[in-house]
Nanobody
């Protein structure tokens, strides 16, 4: 059974940094892509970053690509999203998601398994 648990959200001042963690169980990291999405109330969920199983290639949304790093921990079922120079517009609930997929994570059409989310609030 696939289970995803996010952590690391909270309140941070604009310009600050956060590291979000996604602990995944029930998956093989070499065969699963893992992604971070975010959602603001009333808006569609949007992809922030993803990491491909196996080769760990990454993909970022334009809005965060120069300020964020997605990576796997030593325990490869844990994925981190380091976000720097945070802006008010980064405020959202951040979700971790995964799907069995071995090609580039940027090509995933639909992620199947989702965590409950962690809230990030950036104060001005």
């Amino acid at each position: 059974q696939v289970h995803l648990v996010e952590s690391g959200g909270g309140l941070v001042q604009g310009g600050g940094s956060l590291r979000l963690s996604c602990a995944a169980s029930g998956i093989d990291p070499d065969w699963h892509a893992i992604a971070w999405f975010r959602q603001v109330a009333g808006k569609e969920r949007e992809l922030v970053a993803c990491i491909t199983g196996g080769d760990n290639s990454t993909h970022y949304a334009d809005a965060v690509k120069d300020r964020s790093t997605i990576s796997r921990g030593d325990h490869r079922n844990t994925v981190y999203l380091q976000m720097n120079s945070l802006k008010v517009e980064d405020t959202a609930v951040y979700y971790c998601a995964t799907v069995q997929w071995t090609l580039s994570c940027a090509l995933v059409r639909e992620y199947v398994y989702w965590g409950q989310g962690t809230r990030v609030t950036v104060a001005s």
